[in-house]
């Protein structure tokens, strides 16, 4: 497995993994149309400049994306597979990797705003939920997860 930095000709496909990912979980229609917009507007050559965006690759094989971002506070972002390899223990070896990233850059944490079906994920690796914040797509509290680095 690998990390491929992703440039402006993948910005398509980011929107793409990140949601066929988010169409892999029980949500309604109407919200899954609002997360692609949403997907659309994120995913820009300026995200790209400001982020470290990857594409995860398995057997030269696109599985998936994640991005680490430093804004008030070092946070793992958009990080999502399709759904396909989604179960299959590839997620934790490409947090792996994202967490090796974050240490190179001599980062003390990672904040992560889980997905609510993905926040039993992030426990597992090791982050502990430290509170909520709002949806930016619906009027929803996602989960704020802490993974202390050092």
């Keep these: ?6 440039i402006d000709q993948d910005l ?3 929107v793409t ?4 990912a988010k169409c892999h979980w029980d949500y309604p229609q109407d919200f899954l149309d609002k997360c692609r917009v949403y997907f ?7 995200y790209l400049e400001k982020s470290h ?6 057997d030269d094989t696109v599985i998936g994306m994640g991005a680490l971002l430093w804004e008030e506070e ?3 972002d958009q990080f999502w597979f399709l759904p396909e390899y989604i179960g299959k223990g590839l997620g934790r070896k490409a947090f792996e990797l ?5 240490k190179k850059r001599d ?5 992560i705003i889980s997905d609510v079906y993905a926040e039993g994920f992030y426990k597992t690796m090791g982050a502990k939920r430290v509170g909520e914040l709002k949806s930016a797509v619906r009027d929803a509290m996602l989960p704020k997860m802490l993974l202390t680095l050092k």
């Design 107 to 111: 980062w003390p944490s990672l904040t």
């Design 98 to 102: 994202f967490v090796v990233e974050a």
């Design 40 to 46: 659309k507007e994120e995913f820009t050559p300026e």
């Design 74 to 76: 070092p946070l793992l």
């Design 53 to 58: 965006t990857c594409l995860i690759k398995q």
């Design 12 to 14: 398509e496909l980011l």
């Design 1 to 6: 497995m690998e990390l491929q930095k992703a």
């Design 17 to 20: 993994i990140a949601y066929r």
